[in-house]
C-alpha cells in the first residue's frame, strides 16, 4: 500500500518545495535589501497593499511548510518500512564480481611422462598469519 502511493507523494514533495523557495524568496526581507517581489518596482505590489502581500505570503510559506513537513515524514515513514530498498533514481547497482586471476602469473606446469600431456596446477594460497600466544602469569 504505500509502495504504491510513495511516487505520488514524493512528486507532490517536489512541488511544495519548489512553492516554498518562490514563497520564501518574494517576501520581503527586513534587512533593508527588499524582497523579489516588493516595492513600486512591480511585482505584487500592486495587486496587493504591503500589510495584506505579508499576511498572504505568511500564511501561504505556514501552510507550505506544513505540507512539506508531512509528506517528509510519510517519505521517511514509508521508506522505513519497505522490505527491499530501491534507489529513488536511477538503476539498482550492480552485483559485486569476484576480481579476476592475475594475468602475469601463469600457473605451472608439470610433465606428465611420455604422452605429451601437460597437467596445470594452481599455485598454493600464502597460509593464514599465526595469532601471538597471550604471555602466561598476567
Not at 509502495?3 to 517536489?14: K, M, Q, S, T, Y
Not at 602475469?104 to 610433465?111: E, F, L, N, R, S
Amino acid at each position: 500500500m504505500l509502495g504504491a502511493l510513495f511516487p505520488i507523494v514524493l512528486a507532490i514533495h517536489v512541488i511544495i518545495t519548489v512553492f516554498l523557495i518562490v514563497i520564501i524568496l518574494t517576501q520581503k526581507n527586513e534587512g533593508g535589501m527588499g524582497g523579489l517581489g516588493g516595492g513600486a518596482s512591480g511585482g505584487m505590489a500592486g495587486f496587493l497593499s504591503g500589510r495584506a502581500q505579508a499576511n498572504l505570503l505568511t500564511k501561504a510559506t505556514r501552510w507550505l511548510a506544513v505540507g512539506f513537513f508531512c509528506t517528509s515524514l510519510f517519505l521517511a515513514f514509508s521508506d522505513s518500512h519497505r522490505s527491499v530498498s530501491q534507489p529513488l533514481v536511477g538503476n539498482a547497482p550492480a552485483a559485486p564480481t569476484v576480481p579476476a586471476a592475475p594475468s602475469g602469473d601463469a600457473p605451472a606446469t608439470a610433465p606428465a611422462g611420455d604422452s605429451g600431456n601437460v597437467t596445470t596446477t594452481t599455485p598454493a594460497l600464502p597460509a593464514a598469519p599465526v595469532e601471538p600466544a597471550a604471555p602466561s602469569g598476567q
